[in-house]
T-cell receptor, first 110, second 114 residues
Framework: DVKVTQSSRYLVKRTGEKVFLECVQD?????MFWYRQDPGLGLRLIYF???????EKGDIPEGYSVSREKKERFSLILESASTNQTSMYLC?????????FGPGTRLLVL | GENVEQHPSTLSVQEGDSAVIKCTYS??????FPWYKQELGKRPQLIID?????GEKKDQRIAVTLNKTAKHFSLHITETQPEDSAVYFC?????????????FGTGTQLKVEL
C-alpha cells in the first residue's frame, strides 16, 4: 500500500511565525503536491514537484514556498503565517495520474 | 488554465435511491477525469476514473460518463447506502505530462438518509 504521511495532524501557530509542513511518501513517486482544503472551495493546488529540486507553482502559491531535497520528502513553508492561511493542508504523491493523499494537517493561525 | 465546476454542492438522497453529481471542465485538452471520495475526517481516495477515449465506465454501483463535446462528466451512484455518505470531488487533468497536475471541483456533500 502507498503510504503518505504528514508531520502533524493539528498545528497552532502565531501570526508572523515561520511554519514548516512536512510530507513523506514511501513509494518512490516522482510527483508530489500540496493542496489546501477550505469549505466550499474544494482542493486548491499550492505547489507541486515532479522531481527532486524541481517545483512548479499551482493555483494559489502566494505566501507559500516549498522544498524538495529528497525524492520522498516535500515540505511546504509559510514564511510569515497569516490568519488567512488557517486551513486544512493536504499532501499527495503520484507516479502517474492517481494521486495518493496524506491524512492532512489542520493549521490554525492565531 | 483549467477550470472545473461541480454541482450540486450538497445532495441528500434516501437509501436505495440513485445519486448523480455533475462536473464541467473548460480545457478541451484535458483527457483524464478522476473522482475522489472523502469520508469525514479522512483523506480523499480515488474511487473511479475515466479517460477521454472512453464514454462510460462502471465499477459495481458506481459509474462515470463523459461527454467530450459538451465538456461534461458525471458520477452515478446506484442503490445508495449510508456508507456512501461523504464529500465527492471531480477533477480534470492533461495526463501524462506536466507533473500530472489535477484541477479539482469544489466538492459535493452527499448524504444518504435511512
Amino acid at each position: 500500500d502507498v503510504k503518505v504521511t504528514q508531520s502533524s495532524r493539528y498545528l497552532v501557530k502565531r501570526t508572523g511565525e515561520k511554519v514548516f509542513l512536512e510530507c513523506v511518501q514511501d513509494m518512490d513517486h516522482e510527483n508530489m503536491f500540496w493542496y489546501r482544503q477550505d469549505p466550499g472551495l474544494g482542493l486548491r493546488l499550492i505547489y507541486f514537484s515532479y522531481d527532486v529540486k524541481m517545483k512548479e507553482k499551482g493555483d494559489i502559491p502566494e505566501g507559500y514556498s516549498v522544498s524538495r531535497e529528497k525524492k520522498e520528502r516535500f515540505s511546504l513553508i509559510l514564511e510569515s503565517a497569516s490568519t488567512n492561511q488557517t486551513s486544512m493542508y493536504l499532501c499527495a504523491s503520484s507516479r502517474r495520474e492517481t494521486q495518493y493523499f496524506g491524512p492532512g494537517t489542520r493549521l490554525l493561525v492565531l | 488554465g483549467e477550470n472545473v465546476e461541480q454541482h450540486p454542492s450538497t445532495l441528500s438522497v434516501q437509501e436505495g435511491d440513485s445519486a448523480v453529481i455533475k462536473c464541467t471542465y473548460s480545457d478541451s485538452a484535458s483527457n483524464y477525469f478522476p473522482w475522489y471520495k472523502q469520508e469525514l475526517g479522512k483523506r480523499p481516495q480515488l474511487i473511479i476514473d475515466i479517460r477521454s477515449n472512453v464514454g462510460e465506465k462502471k465499477d459495481q454501483r458506481i459509474a462515470v460518463t463523459l461527454n467530450k463535446t459538451a465538456k461534461h462528466f458525471s458520477l452515478h451512484i446506484t442503490e445508495t447506502q449510508p456508507e456512501d455518505s461523504a464529500v465527492y470531488f471531480c477533477a480534470a487533468s492533461k495526463a501524462p505530462g506536466g507533473g500530472n497536475k489535477l484541477t479539482f471541483g469544489t466538492g459535493t456533500q452527499l448524504k444518504v438518509e435511512l
